[in-house]
Nanobody, 125 residues
Framework: QVRLVESGGGLVQAGGSLRLSCAAS????????MGWFRQAPGKEREFVAA????????YYADSVKGRFTISRDNAKNTVSLQMNSLRPEDTAVYYC??????????????????WGQGTQVTVSS
């Protein structure tokens, strides 16, 4: 059974940092792509960042470029999101996602097969 479990969310002041982690169970060879999405109250879930299997390919939403960094550890089957210079508009529930096969457009929510339960990130002004 595939499980994705996020951790690391919390409350932080604007300008601060948080590091989210996601532990994935399932195939021993890992997932071709993993990503992070977020959903703020009253809004649709949106893409934040994605990373390919080797870690050499990464994608970011324009709103987080230069502030967030995605990384993965295939030996541990984990993916992380380092979030710096946080802003109140980053407040949302953050979800980890994994794709079981290689697909184009890692920014598309529909291209991921598995999702975590989400972790709340709140940035105060």
């Amino acid at each position: 059974q595939v499980r994705l479990v996020e951790s690391g969310g919390g409350l932080v002041q604007a300008g601060g940092s948080l590091r989210l982690s996601c532990a994935a169970s399932g195939p021993t060879f890992g997932y071709p792509a993993m990503g992070w999405f977020r959903q703020a109250p009253g809004k649709e879930r949106e893409f934040v960042a994605a990373i390919g299997w080797s870690g050499g390919t990464t994608y970011y939403a324009d709103s987080v470029k230069g502030r967030f960094t995605i990384s993965r550890d295939n030996a541990k089957n984990t993916v992380s999101l380092q979030m710096n210079s946080l802003r109140p508009e980053d407040t949302a529930v953050y979800y980890c996602a994994a794709a079981s096969v290689v697909r184009p457009r890692l920014t598309a929510r529909g291209n991921y097969d598995y999702w975590g339960q989400g972790t709340q990130v709140t940035v105060s002004s």
